[in-house]
């Protein structure tokens, strides 16, 4: 996987840039990687029976494997309607549980490995056999990714960004669930982490990756921005300049897909400059690219 | 198959049963009237009657089946043109009958299995029929309407005697009281006296008042002695099996069960254990009494025939996909619902797309509506289809109505629900916003009303309506004059038009939704105020509307639900519960509600 992320064409265009060097870019885009490629690996394994507890258990094994040993948060992975976050009500109910997959079921392989102290966030939505419903769904994720980076550019508050997300979801049918997450967020940001020998979890979440968050969040406090996008007042502001973990979660009756990954914003006039995703080298960017190809 | 149809003297008779071609088949003793029609080289559907009736009473589902299969029917000894058995006693016995089906199978149908549909005793005959190991290979599917198997019926007597909880002893009591025709049958010549006298004479105009089977050429003259024979059906097997149920009565082939939820003679709560004799099981309900033959042609053909391709050509594809939580009951029906390109309108086609339902999609947003039904055939509709339609439109209205008669069928369920939003105060609104909201909210509901219903009504065989009214149309506030007034409006016209369509089942609901979080707040219009504070508000509701966060998924739920009890007036959310409330018992503190400040 590391082989592949120096090949990315992205890597070698000069990005004027907020404080993370290209070197930064690189090492963000490299986990970020590392971590499709355990989301790929552990899919493939998936089959009738295997339950989210083992499927969130084989994706730390295979990251930690290859020198994951921090997270901003443990594996989750969610089969059948719990992709759609049925019924969710605490957060507690986001925890891999012994629902066992079956035939037909949709799944998500949701991690956020740090390596090297660089964070990754990750979404991966799968089924277990063939579903056209599911394969709708996923298609359908193509346009939000494209509206987010449009009005990303274009500064938008991100609360109206927001709306717009939703408003196209429900255009197409969907419920918005990603409103189901905490504070309702679609995204929030991620950032280096210092590397230390022991890292600890609170509730699945890195404790270093915590502490980053919350003097983010200090931070934007007193200067008016949030590190969480929300649909709520504290996101009435231009994107701010940062890595940005976005993950567009869609709905429908019972059935759940989202995809997530860095978008990167910087204070670059350049349109173009100003936002790019990470790396459109990932599973859901190169099936949409198939999809038109066939 | 064509060679064995003119061996034994075709004749054609002159019955309810139009360009049916009669043979007679000698069997043990007596000879069967078999009459057939549609082409031999088809899928043979055999279809059994029940009692006291003749091959007849499925004459007005034969004709519609036959386009697409060849169907057989015959009159079961002793009634109508077959002849009676000699003596009477014990030539009525399950086993004489089986011999009786599989003469007519091998005549009509000898290198095929059959397709058997039975109603009342045919279909506790066929339960025989289905269950007893000789048959085997020689059915392919069983439809069977309102006829138990009198072996499942005596287990599940003998379950509720032996372990008797209070539910199971009222069900036994329930199903007992239903039952008082049978201890009649057994009483000896009576009922016979009774069926040759006066019963005879009047048993049609007591089906047509209590059964409401419309007038017309059924019952048949042959109907007194139809009758009197058939007593020995049940003299010569109820007590026998009840007492002594089979213990192997496994159905070797599948089953689909249509049960009428308005049965006098049975209780639904008989098949609660089917699954475990039938082991590919497809259930299905309908909103009727009795005699559904008679009373809802087109529905038995519609799930006949769609059950009967899926088993003959054993396509795991054309098998019922539906998983919907009323798939029983809404599989195959055509629904049409207005405004559903979003919202509530939306999340109901997709309802009852889940159930199986066939959906046509109405909206003036042809793109919305064309995405609805492309999403409802991805979750398990029949079929689905996009027709873009200004309600408001009459001229438009009858036109849909016209093609989806024409291309579709008569609409099961018609769900009038496309409306608009306004508010703003009275004295802002103008006659120009009245008039638009009238027309979409009040004169949508009147012209789906009055077309639809229509033809419904015309059909005589039953259907729904459901009218999305709005907890607004009793709650009254002075910032919805307008929009109020055409829910309340609609909702009174639900409550007249359930009044007047009762005596020909259809029923009528009023749904009254409070605030529900859809795109109808960004949509609406604000009487009154400068294009910028309208915008303002808009964005204001939807934020307040996003956080009470309702989903209009629950509110199809609550329509779905509200077709299957046929209720009256629905409210869907606690606050539409509980202004509903108020407005009954405290009127008052309704009208200080009323007067509260806006957004
Ligand atoms: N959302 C609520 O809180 C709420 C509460 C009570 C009642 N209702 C009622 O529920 C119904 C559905 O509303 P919704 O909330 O889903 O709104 P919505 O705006 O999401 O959907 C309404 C749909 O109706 C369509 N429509 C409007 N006028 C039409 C016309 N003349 N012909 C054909 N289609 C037309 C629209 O294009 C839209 O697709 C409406 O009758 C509304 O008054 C809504």
């Known amino acids: 996987m590391t082989t592949a992320a120096t090949a990315s064409t992205a890597a070698t265009r000069s990005r004027r840039d907020f404080s993370a060097t290209s070197a930064d870019l690189r090492g963000f885009r490299e986990v970020q990687r590392l971590a499709y490629a355990c989301a790929e690996a552990v899919a493939g394994q998936l089959k009738p029976g295997v339950t989210e507890r083992e499927a969130a258990r084989m994706q730390r094994r295979w990251l930690r494997e290859r020198g994951v040993t921090d997270w ?116 929030h940001k991620v950032d280096r982490v210092r590397q230390r020998r022991w890292s ?70 350049d349109p173009e400059e100003s936002a790019f995703w990470l790396d459109d080298d990932l599973p859901h960017v190169r099936r949409w690219q198939e999809e038109k190809a066939a | 198959m064509s060679e064995a149809v003119g061996e034994s003297g075709e004749t054609s008779v002159s019955t309810a049963l139009e360009g049916a071609r009669e043979r007679r088949i000698a069997t043990g003793g007596i000879e069967l009237s078999v009459a057939e029609l549609g082409d031999p080289a088809r899928p043979t559907v055999l279809l ?39 003596p009477l006693r014990g030539g009525y016995t399950l086993e004489k009958l089986t011999d009786d089906f599989l003469a007519v199978a091998d005549a009509v149908s000898p290198d095929r299995p059959v397709h058997l549909v039975g109603h009342d005793w045919g279909s506790v005959q066929s339960w025989e029929f289905v269950t007893v190991p000789r048959t085997q290979g020689r059915i392919a599917s069983f439809t069977s309407m309102s006829g138990p198997s009198l072996d499942h019926f005596g ?36 009922p016979e006296l009774a069926w040759k006298g006066p019963l005879g004479k009047r048993w049609p105009k007591i089906l047509e008042r209590v059964e409401k089977i419309p007038a017309g050429d059924y019952p048949t003259a ?93 396509d795991p594809a054309k098998e019922v996909a539906a998983r919907g939580r009323y798939a029983d009951r809404f599989g195959g029906r055509l629904v049409l619902v207005t405004g559903a390109a979003s919202g509530i309108g939306r999340a109901t086609a997709f309802a009852f797309a889940e159930a199986g339902a066939r959906v046509v999609v109405v909206d003036r947003d042809a793109e919305g509506a064309a995405r609805t039904a492309d999403m409802a055939r991805l979750i398990g509709a029949g079929a689905a289809w996009a027709e873009a339609v200004d309600v408001a439109d009459e001229a438009a209205m009858e036109k849909l109505a016209e093609k989806v008669a024409a291309e579709y069928g008569i609409v099961d369920v018609l769900v009038n629900n496309a409306g608009i939003g306004l508010s703003g105060s009275f004295l802002e609104t103008t006659s120009e916003d009245w008039k638009k909201v009238l027309d979409v909210n009040l004169w949508g509901v009147i012209h789906g009303c009055r077309i639809f219903g229509r033809q419904m009504a015309e059909r005589g065989q039953g259907g729904h309506i459901v009218n999305t009214a709005s907890a607004a149309a009793y709650q009254p506030s002075k910032t919805l004059p307008a929009y109020s007034t055409s829910k309340a409006a609609v909702l009174m016209l639900s409550e007249c038009l359930r009044a007047e369509l009762a005596g020909q089942g259809i029923g009528v609901t009023a749904v009254c939704p409070g605030l529900v979080n859809t795109s109808i707040t960004t949509t609406s219009h604000v009487a009154g105020v400068s294009p910028e504070e309208e915008k303002r508000r808009q964005s204001k509701a939807a934020r307040l509307y996003g956080i009470r966060n309702y989903p209009p998924e629950k509110v199809a739920d609550a329509i779905l639900r509200a077709v299957v009890r046929n209720q009256a007036v629905v409210p869907v959310t606690p606050e539409a519960r509980g202004s509903r409330a108020l407005s009954r018992f405290a009127p008052r503190a309704l009208r200080a509600i009323a007067r509260i400040e806006p957004l």
């Open chain 1, 72 to 187: 901003f948060h443990l594996p989750f992975a969610w089969f059948g309607d719990r992709t759609a976050f049925v019924n969710f009500r605490i957060p507690l109910q986001f925890f891999p549980t012994d629902r066992a997959l079956e035939p037909g079921m949709p799944f998500i392989l949701d991690m956020a490995p740090v390596y090297q102290g660089y964070t990754a966030d990750i979404g991966y939505s799968g089924c277990l056999g063939l579903s056209p419903l599911h394969d709708r769904l996923l298609a359908d994720l193509e346009a939000h990714r494209e509206l987010l980076l449009r009005e990303v550019r274009e500064r938008r508050p991100l609360r109206e960004i927001y709306e717009d997300v939703e408003r196209l979801m429900v255009r197409q049918g969907y419920a918005n669930r990603h409103r189901a997450y905490p504070f309702g967020v679609i995204a």
């Open chain 2, 155 to 190: 287990h599940w007597i003998k379950k509720r005697m032996t372990r008797p909880t209070p539910r199971r002893a009222a069900q036994l009591l329930n199903q007992a009281a239903k039952s008082w025709y049978v201890y009649m049958l057994h009483t000896p010549a009576l």
């Open chain 2, 48 to 86: 059994v009657h029940g009692y006291p009736d003749s091959k007849e009473v499925w004459s007005r589902v034969a004709p519609l089946l036959a386009e697409r299969f060849h169907v057989v029917l015959y009159d079961v000894r002793g009634c109508g043109r077959s002849t009676a058995p000699q």
């Open chain 2, 222 to 314: 042959s109907l007194p002695t139809d009758a009197a024979h058939g007593a020995w059906l049940y003299r010569d097997n109820v007590r026998t099996r009840l007492r002594h149920p089979r213990t192997d009565a496994y159905a070797h082939c599948p089953v689909q069960l249509i049960t009428p939820t308005g049965d006098a003679f049975l209780s639904e709560r008989l098949y609660d254990e089917l699954e475990q004799w039938v082991p590919q099981l497809t259930r299905r309900t309908l909103p009727a009494k009795h005699w559904v033959p008679r009373t809802r042609p087109d529905q038995l053909a519609a799930w006949i025939e769609e059950f009967v391709t899926a088993k003959d050509e054993g």
């Open chain 1, 200 to 269: 600890p979890t609170l509730f699945g979440f890195g404790t270093q990756s915590l502490k980053g968050l919350a003097s983010d969040a200090l931070h934007g406090h007193r200067e008016g921005w949030s590190p969480l996008w929300s649909p709520y007042r504290f996101s009435d502001h231009p994107p701010q300049p940062g890595l940005w973990a976005v993950e567009p979660h869609l709905g429908f009756r019972g059935v759940g897909a989202k995809f997530e990954e860095i978008l990167v914003v910087t204070d670059s006039r």
